[in-house]
């Protein structure tokens, strides 16, 4: 008989390829931090609470904390959002997907379906002079609004903003591939094109007055316009390079470095370049997390790369507002402002904040979940005698007696009917959750499943498993 602990970062399924694929916790945030049971737990991810519920007209398109105020693309209006959650439309926006945002000294500027507006002393105006073009994405540098139409790299005049020259329009050309996106990094200007990218520097140019950096391109590239972000002192994107299937790089210094795992590959190639090319990338950094959230058409995984250098691992989780878990997170275009994080909505025209007091999503609880790896004996026969979720209960809000559900598999595919056990009502605080005599034989390996779905705080740190060993492969 023999006491083992179980690693809870991440667990292992199976599928119909007779391929082992990665499971990452639900709606858990991975915490290294050795707490005298294990180096790390998992946490709740926070909750969302409603900030303003007023019925905007759409969707979230983007927002920005621009001189200390909120503003936020909603629908088909720009939004100013104020401290105590007042929303106020400033004027209308064309389009109906993401937008861009960026800012000078004096002025706001918003790209979004194909034009630029500036918004500047309350009054929201947009460019139409006719040498802009087609607005794709747009930047601040230098004093310069830089915007691309995916053919050149276009700079509005210095002294008037609104004014574009012809003769200072700029190319991208170490490939014929047409550009995506731009950015700042460290005060360049980075261009990322389909299959490359390309830096350039402000020397000074009489017409066009950015210069390609010599060494400094990367032979990947970006697959759709909000696929980038800041992010860990350089930036992320979501591309490839030419005849290769998208993932997930960090570019830094001319070089790129991947971060996507191979289960993150593999959920990437099941969506189709159209599908890729409309995906959001951001990052949030806070509490020693820094967060990485890719926003697919169906689901959000969120990878944190402070957490992966502490513990030596890629750390990557899942999040979804469903009570099944499938289907995406709500939460997108996360802001701090006003000291909290503001955030948009995949789904209405709701605007929340984001809460550690609560794991719900605007009052409906949401799915939590924990894959195990496989428990192999060695070849041999066993039976699992007990097992322990430990961690902090009687942590709970609205949800007077939170369930856990326990549940087995043998091959990764199937599982067992679910058994469940109180997590503790509030105040519990010694609640062991604990199965005996919890699974009978098996004869050579097993899985764990634990689940739940209410708005409880709890975290989870280990584990234990009381395995006895049969001799003979169990025969």
């Known amino acids: 008989m023999s006491n083992m602990q179980i690693p809870i970062i991440n667990g292992i399924f199976t599928d119909n390829a007779a391929d082992y694929r990665t499971s990452y916790p639900l709606n858990l945030v991975p915490v290294p931090k050795k ?39 909603i629908g088909s209006n720009l939004w100013r959002v104020d401290e105590q959650g007042n929303c106020t439309a400033i004027g209308a926006i064309a389009g109906v997907s993401q937008c861009s945002f960026t800012y000078s000294f004096d002025r706001l500027g918003i790209a979004s379906g194909g034009n630029l507006y500036y918004l500047q002393d309350g009054e929201l105006t947009q460019v139409t002079n006719a040498n ?3 607005v794709v994405d747009v930047e601040w ?31 991208s050309e170490a490939d014929p591939d047409p550009i995506i996106g731009l950015m700042k990094v460290r005060n360049e200007l980075v261009v990322l094109n389909r299959y490359t990218i390309e830096v350039f520097d402000n020397v000074g140019n009489a017409g066009f007055a950015f210069s390609r950096v010599d060494g400094a391109m990367m032979t990947k590239g970006l697959v759709g316009t909000h696929g980038k972000c800041l992010f860990a002192q350089s930036f992320a994107f979501v591309g490839s390079g030419k005849n290769e299937p998208c993932s997930i790089y960090l570019g830094a210094n001319g070089g790129i470095t991947k971060i996507a795992t191979r289960e993150i590959e593999q959920i990437i190639s099941s969506y189709s370049d159209a599908q890729l090319s409309k995906i959001v990338l951001e990052a949030k950094e806070q509490d020693m997390h820094q967060h990485l959230y890719l926003h697919l058409p169906d689901k959000t995984m969120v990878y944190d790369f402070a957490a992966s250098q502490v513990m030596q691992q890629p750390i990557w989780f899942e999040l979804s507002s469903s009570g099944n878990g499938i289907g995406a997170y709500r939460a997108i275009n996360h802001v701090w402002c006003y000291n909290k994080w503001i955030v948009g909505d995949r789904f209405n025209s709701n605007v929340g904040v984001l809460s550690n007091k609560l794991s719900s999503h605007y009052g409906e609880p949401v799915a939590w979940q924990i894959n195990t790896t496989f428990l192999y004996n060695g070849g041999q026969a066993g039976q699992i005698k007990s097992i322990e979720l430990v961690g902090l209960t009687g942590r709970t809000n609205d949800n007077p007696d939170p369930q856990v559900f326990l549940s087995w598999t043998k091959d990764g595919m199937t599982w067992s009917n679910e058994r469940l056990h109180r997590q503790g009502m509030r105040g519990q605080y010694s609640q062991r959750i604990i199965w005996l005599r919890a699974i009978g034989m098996f004869r050579q390996m097993v899985g764990l499943k634990f ?16 395995v006895e060993a049969f001799g003979n492969g169990g025969q």
């Open 132 to 134: 802009l073009g087609t």
């Open 141 to 171: 540098i230098d004093g310069y609004f830089v915007t691309t139409d995916g053919e050149f790299i276009i700079q509005t005049e210095l002294d008037d903003p609104t004014q574009v020259s012809p003769t200072k329009y700029g190319s």
């Open 35 to 73: 707490n005298g049971v294990a180096n790390g737990y998992l946490k709740k991810a926070d909750g969302i609470e409603l900030f303003c519920g007023a019925d905007k007209g759409g969707i979230d398109r983007g927002g920005i904390n621009w001189n200390g105020v909120c503003y936020r693309v």
């Open 451 to 466: 689940r739940g779905c209410d708005d409880s705080l709890a975290s989870f740190t280990a584990i234990e498993a009381d």
